[in-house]
Structure formats: structure tokens, C-alpha cells
């Protein structure tokens, strides 16, 4: 899977089910046939889909953990807590669980963000506020994860 690029801001209703923009769905195309897996973030109180090419890596390196290290076991119940599997209609839309809507706090405005090979999605208040400087300084946190890597041969400046 390429890349995911892009924001976008959309509706989901009453049922949970929001239209996937065009572009956005372009991107997905590839995966439209093989369908998604829809999943609790680890780390922010938004969701995640992932490309099902994406969520098999995913597993391949989930599957390498030892299952006699309690840990390992715990660490996997909790990352596929609430997983679901997802297709886009032909209507273009998603349809998200209730218990997955209730996680998020997914209300009425959403945002959809590329997260290099996945979608996060986000109540747009939950996500507005996530990305406020005034939490988190972007320029020291760019530094911080960014300024360490050997920029000779991947372009970057």
C-alpha cells in the first residue's frame, strides 16, 4: 500500500455511517476489495483503519510475540480489543459500531487523517485539540523524533 495523504473533515449519522470522500476513497481503492479492520488507538481516544494489506503486516509482527510471556498475551487482548472488520459500501460509506463511536467519542463532525499507511478517525473537537500547540509543542517534538535521523540518502532537510 502506497501512502495515505490527507485530512478530511465529513458527517457521520445517527447509524454510525459516514461517506468516505472521493479523494480519500481513491487512495483506498487498492484495498476496496479486500476490505478494512477498524480498531481502538493504542495511544488517543480516536480510531484506526487499517487497509486489510496493512492490518496482515500488522499481525505478522503481532504473531512473532511469545504467547507464554503473560505480557505478550495481555499487550494482544488489548490491541484487538473492539477489532472490526469494515467494507466501504457501494455508496461510499463506512459504517462504525457503536461501541467503536462510544470509544472515540465520535458525535456528529469527524475528521479523517492519513497516518502514513492507515486512517485515523476522530470526533473533530477530540481532534482539533490534539493538534493544539499549546499541549504540545510541534517544533520540539519534531526535533525530538525527527532531528536524530542520518538525512544523507532519504532527502529529507
Given at each position: ?87 466501504i459500501d457501494a455508496a ?40 493544539d500547540d499549546s499541549v ?22
Open positions: 500500500m502506497n501512502t495515505i495523504v490527507g485530512t478530511y473533515e465529513c458527517k457521520v449519522d445517527s447509524k454510525g455511517r459516514l461517506m468516505i470522500p472521493a479523494p480519500l476513497k481513491k487512495q483506498l481503492h487498492a484495498g476496496l476489495e479486500d476490505g478494512f479492520v477498524l480498531k481502538r488507538s493504542v495511544f488517543q481516544p480516536c480510531l484506526e483503519l487499517y487497509p486489510m494489506t496493512e492490518w496482515n503486516k500488522m499481525m505478522q509482527k503481532i504473531n512473532k510475540l511469545n504467547r507464554f510471556v503473560k505480557k505478550n498475551n495481555d499487550f494482544i487482548r488489548r490491541f484487538t480489543a473492539g477489532v472490526k472488520i469494515v467494507e461510499g460509506r463506512l459504517l462504525i459500531s457503536k461501541d467503536l463511536v462510544a470509544f472515540a467519542g465520535i458525535d456528529k463532525e469527524i475528521v479523517l487523517s492519513s497516518a502514513v499507511n492507515i486512517v485515523e478517525i476522530w470526533d473533530k473537537d477530540k481532534y482539533e485539540k490534539s493538534i504540545v509543542d510541534f517544533a520540539d517534538l519534531a526535533e525530538e523524533v525527527m532531528g536524530n535521523l542520518n538525512d544523507d540518502d532519504d532527502g529529507i532537510s
